[in-house]
């Protein structure tokens, strides 16, 4: 599965951005879904993550709320509605696909694949 992701940008303290990932091959609808992201110096952290039915999702508390995760197999699309955004939310976003049998939705050792990254910018 290649990953591509694509919607960031720089926004305003309480702006809205919405991230795409395109994702390639036949297989998309099997594949649990996230998004992480990396500010400089720091770990990369879980942001949220939907299930391959789009049935369950899961969120980091500092984006509860705020955020929301969805896919469309259809399009082998995952997105990233980010709205009320903060200068915190500022870091490189990156979609990550696991068909792990051993998953947990925000350890990043459980995702196979994971896209190039976007970056998100949101100034005071």
């Known amino acids: 599965v290649h990953l591509v992701e694509s919607g960031g940008g720089l926004v305003q303290s309480g702006g809205s951005l919405r991230l795409s990932c395109a994702a390639s091959?036949?297989?998309?609808?099997?594949?649990?879904m996230a998004w992480f992201r990396q500010a400089p110096g720091k770990d990369r952290e879980f942001v949220a993550a939907i299930s391959w039915s789009g049935v369950r999702t899961d969120y980091a508390e500092a984006v509860k709320g705020r955020f929301t995760i969805s896919r469309d197999n259809a399009k082998n699309t995952v997105y990233l509605q980010m709205n009320s955004l903060k200068p915190e939310d500022t870091a490189a976003y990156y979609c990550?696909?696991?068909?792990?049998?051993?998953?947990?939705?925000?350890?990043?050792?459980?995702?196979?694949?994971w896209g190039q990254g976007t970056q998100v910018t949101v100034s005071p």
């Open positions: 990550a696909a696991s068909n792990s049998g051993d998953y947990y939705y925000g350890r990043p050792g459980s995702y196979d694949y």
């Open positions: 091959g036949r297989t998309f609808s099997r594949y649990n």
